[in-house]
Each structure stands twice: as structure tokens, then as C-alpha cells.
């Protein structure tokens, strides 16, 4: 019975082979779906470019081939800050930046990137995933055509990158610091200057002076674009980006003109690439730290309790007169801190109680 199975299969596979190489197989090699993905990154840049990499591997492979997504660096096909626009009216099907890039066209939407002393990595995951994040997300999105998701995310960043010990808040008065999204706003409240460039420019604008000071990810991302040769102080805790979500943006009718399972595809390579660009800043920052501190003589530096304190008083200000923008924005600001109230008050006795007692000297 079993072995007649068998054969009845391996027949029918074979028929199939037969029939593909008469005509069918001809047909389909011909509709093969190609996409364009723009990137706000550098070109195969370490964690931000290697994770759009990574989310258009993910498409091409699940696929079987019968979708191909190209990868495009910032300014191959559009500079890095158009990468919204040009998903949004077709130029690309696919790209890959982050939300608070285009805050100057939805404020909102940078609490779908992170808050300054916001969400950590881990809480984030869990507020769009399961917490009603990406739905608000997603209504946000609409207007313009576009489907978002999470497409990686940083895990904690750095401070950043200075030519003067910061002792207290008036240090950062008159500091012109590339430093994007609301803790751009949180600078600007204590008397400094934010400017947002793409990550491509800042060591070149830090070395001429066109900056005084910048932020950028975390050790691994730093150390590959050279940041140590021009500035002498790395301030931690990155207290504005606390575990920035990357996100990937599909155009909504590319999306639409897919078959269900190649749609369901594009959703689940984009949650492989959100999870996988986390374990690789996580695997990379430490020997990236060592590399700094050790062969380049970083001087690490921790910002002084007060000025944190500042700095946190000048966030809630920050965060919530964005939330009184408008009621949309006001709905996303009281699921985000309504979620966060309850992940602080888990978080105490779960991975910040045990995290005290494991590194304990
Ligand atoms: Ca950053």
C-alpha cells in the first residue's frame, strides 16, 4: 500500500518536472517578483546595512526564488532621508531607515523608534508585538500608503561622542550635536544645538569641526566609522535611544499585488531581521568596546547623576508635549507609558533584581 504511495507521488512529481520544462516552468521563471529596497544606511554598513541585507535574504530564500529583493545603500537610488517618500509613491517597493528620520512629516511617529529614558529593546518587542503598538503603527502608516514593521533594533546605545568632559548641564549649552529625534528636542532644551545627518557624513563633519559632538549607535557601529579618531570622551548611558527600533516600510500595493504566502513571507522575514540585527549588536559590542578602550585609548566617561537627572526632566516635558500634539498622538503616548508603567514594575523583581545579583563584585 505505502510503496504504491510512493510511486503514485513520484510520478506525479515527475509529470510535474514534464510539464514545467514544456511550458510552465518558463512561465513562472518569467514572473519572478522584483523589488527594490532603499536603505538610510551606508551600503553594507555593520548591524544597519548588514540587517537590510539580512531582510531581503530572508525574502529572496522563503521564496524559493520567486521573489528578489535588491538592496540599494543611501544615495545609490535616494539620499538616506528620502527613503520614506520614496517607498511611499513606488519609486521602491521595500526600505529599511528608522521612524524618527521622518519626524519633520509624522511627529508621531517616533515612538515606534525610541524614547528618550523610554523602552528598553525587550520592551519594545513586546509593545508592537503584543501590546498594541504596531497597530497604531500601522494606522499612522496608512495615509501614505505604506505598511510598517520592526526591522531590527540596536539594543541600548551609547551617549556619544565629545571633545569636552560634560560636568554638568550647562556643558552641553551652545554644543551643536548630531543628534536625531526626541533626544534631539532634549538637547535643544538644554541650550544645545540638535542637527540630524545621515550616519554616512558624521565623521567627516565631526573632524571639521561642522559639529562639536555627535551620537551614533553603540560600540560596534561606532568603532566601524572611525568615531574614536575624532573626538576624545565616549559618554554612556545612550539615555535617548534606550533600544531604537529599525523599521522596514512596504509599499501597500506591492504588498496587496503579492500572493498570501509571499505576503506572509515579507511580515516573517521582517520579524527574522528585527530579531537577528538584536543578537548581532548584542554578540558584537563587547570585543568592539574592548577594541576601543584597549587599542585606541577611548576615554570612557559616565554622564554625572545630576545631568541625568536634568536630562530626564527635560524628556517627560519633551514626550509629553508631543503626546499634546494631537489625539492620535495622545492615544500612542498612553498605550506606550501604560505599557512601560507595567514592564517597570515586572522588570524590578525580574532582569533588574537578578542582574544586581549576578554582577555583583
Ligand atoms: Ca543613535
Same mark, same amino acid.
Given at each position: 500500500?505505502?510503496? %504504491? #504511495?510512493?510511486? @503514485?507521488?513520484? =510520478?506525479?512529481?515527475?509529470?510535474?518536472? $514534464?510539464?514545467?520544462?514544456?511550458?510552465? !516552468?518558463?512561465?513562472?521563471?518569467?514572473?519572478?517578483?522584483?523589488?527594490?529596497?532603499?536603505?538610510?544606511?551606508?551600503?553594507?554598513?555593520?548591524?544597519?546595512g548588514?540587517?537590510?541585507?539580512?531582510?531581503?535574504?530572508?525574502?529572496?530564500?522563503m521564496?524559493?526564488?520567486?521573489?528578489?529583493?535588491?538592496?540599494?545603500?543611501?544615495?545609490?537610488?535616494?539620499?538616506?532621508?528620502?527613503?520614506?517618500?520614496?517607498?511611499?509613491?513606488?519609486?521602491?517597493?521595500?526600505?529599511?531607515?528608522?521612524?524618527?528620520?521622518?519626524?519633520?512629516?509624522?511627529?508621531?511617529?517616533?515612538f515606534?523608534?525610541?524614547?528618550?529614558?523610554?523602552?528598553?529593546?525587550?520592551?519594545?518587542?513586546?509593545?508592537?508585538?503584543?501590546?498594541?503598538?504596531?497597530e497604531?503603527? %500601522? #494606522?499612522l502608516? @496608512?495615509?501614505? =500608503?505604506?505598511?510598517?514593521?520592526?526591522? $531590527?533594533?540596536?539594543?541600548?546605545?551609547? !551617549?556619544?561622542?565629545?571633545?569636552?568632559?560634560?560636568?554638568?548641564?550647562?556643558?552641553?549649552?551652545?554644543?551643536?550635536?548630531?543628534?536625531?529625534?526626541?533626544?534631539?528636542?532634549?538637547?535643544?532644551?538644554?541650550?544645545?544645538?540638535?542637527?540630524?545627518?545621515?550616519?554616512?557624513?558624521?565623521?567627516?563633519?565631526?573632524?571639521?569641526?561642522?559639529?562639536?559632538?555627535?551620537?551614533?549607535?553603540?560600540?560596534?557601529?561606532?568603532?566601524?566609522?572611525?568615531?574614536?579618531?575624532?573626538?576624545k570622551?565616549?559618554?554612556?548611558?545612550?539615555?535617548?535611544?534606550?533600544?531604537?527600533?529599525?523599521?522596514?516600510?512596504?509599499?501597500?500595493?506591492?504588498?496587496?499585488?503579492?500572493?498570501?504566502?509571499?505576503?506572509?513571507?515579507?511580515?516573517n522575514?521582517?520579524?527574522?531581521?528585527?530579531?537577528?540585527?538584536?543578537?548581532?549588536?548584542?554578540?558584537?559590542?563587547?570585543?568592539?568596546?574592548?577594541?576601543?578602550?584597549?587599542?585606541?585609548?577611548?576615554?570612557?566617561?559616565?554622564?554625572?547623576?545630576?545631568?541625568?537627572?536634568?536630562?530626564?526632566?527635560f524628556?517627560?516635558?519633551?514626550?509629553?508635549?508631543?503626546?499634546?500634539?494631537?489625539?492620535?498622538?495622545?492615544?500612542?503616548?498612553?498605550s506606550?507609558?501604560?505599557?512601560?508603567?507595567?514592564?517597570?514594575?515586572?522588570?524590578?523583581?525580574?532582569?533588574?533584581?537578578?542582574?544586581?545579583?549576578?554582577?555583583?563584585?
Open positions: 500500500m505505502k510503496r %504504491r #504511495e510512493f510511486i @503514485k507521488r513520484a =510520478g506525479s512529481t515527475t509529470l510535474a518536472v $514534464g510539464a514545467g520544462m514544456t511550458g510552465v !516552468g518558463v512561465a513562472e521563471a518569467k514572473e519572478k517578483i522584483k523589488w527594490k529596497m532603499v536603505t538610510t544606511w551606508p551600503k553594507n554598513f555593520p548591524g544597519l548588514t540587517g537590510a541585507n539580512r531582510l531581503a535574504e530572508s525574502i529572496n530564500e521564496s524559493g526564488g520567486r521573489m528578489h529583493v535588491k538592496v540599494y545603500g543611501a544615495k545609490e537610488l535616494v539620499p538616506a532621508f528620502e527613503v520614506f517618500d520614496a517607498v511611499s509613491r513606488g519609486t521602491a517597493e521595500l526600505g529599511h531607515g528608522a521612524a524618527y528620520y521622518w519626524k519633520g512629516k509624522i511627529e508621531t511617529g517616533q515606534f523608534s525610541t524614547v528618550p529614558f523610554g523602552m528598553t529593546a525587550q520592551e519594545m518587542n513586546g509593545w508592537l508585538y503584543f501590546g498594541g503598538g504596531l497604531f503603527w %500601522r #494606522e502608516y @496608512k495615509p501614505f =500608503g505604506l505598511i510598517p514593521a520592526p526591522g $531590527g533594533n540596536t539594543g541600548m546605545q551609547m !551617549g556619544g561622542w565629545f571633545n569636552k568632559e560634560i560636568n554638568s548641564v550647562s556643558d552641553l549649552k551652545g554644543l551643536k550635536m548630531r543628534i536625531p529625534g526626541l533626544g534631539g528636542e532634549v538637547l535643544k532644551r538644554a541650550g544645545g544645538t540638535p542637527v540630524n545627518l545621515p550616519g554616512g557624513e558624521l565623521f567627516t563633519s565631526l573632524q571639521s569641526g561642522t559639529i562639536d559632538a555627535t551620537e551614533w549607535v553603540n560600540p560596534y557601529n561606532d568603532l566601524a566609522f572611525g568615531l574614536f579618531k575624532a573626538a570622551y565616549y559618554y554612556y548611558p545612550g539615555f535617548h535611544e534606550p533600544g531604537t527600533t529599525l523599521e522596514a516600510i512596504i509599499n501597500q500595493q506591492a504588498f496587496e499585488a503579492l500572493p498570501r504566502d509571499l505576503q506572509a513571507i515579507v511580515l522575514a521582517c520579524k527574522i531581521a528585527n530579531q537577528a540585527m538584536l543578537s548581532e549588536y548584542t554578540a558584537r559590542n563587547p570585543a568592539a568596546l574592548k577594541t576601543l578602550v584597549e587599542k585606541h585609548k577611548v576615554d570612557i566617561r559616565t554622564y554625572p547623576d545630576d545631568v541625568l537627572e536634568t536630562l530626564r526632566k524628556s517627560n516635558e519633551v514626550v509629553e508635549e508631543l503626546a499634546n500634539k494631537d489625539a492620535f498622538a495622545k492615544k500612542v503616548y498612553t506606550y507609558m501604560d505599557f512601560l508603567k507595567g514592564s517597570r514594575e515586572w522588570g524590578a523583581i525580574s532582569d533588574y533584581s537578578y542582574l544586581q545579583a549576578r554582577d555583583k563584585a
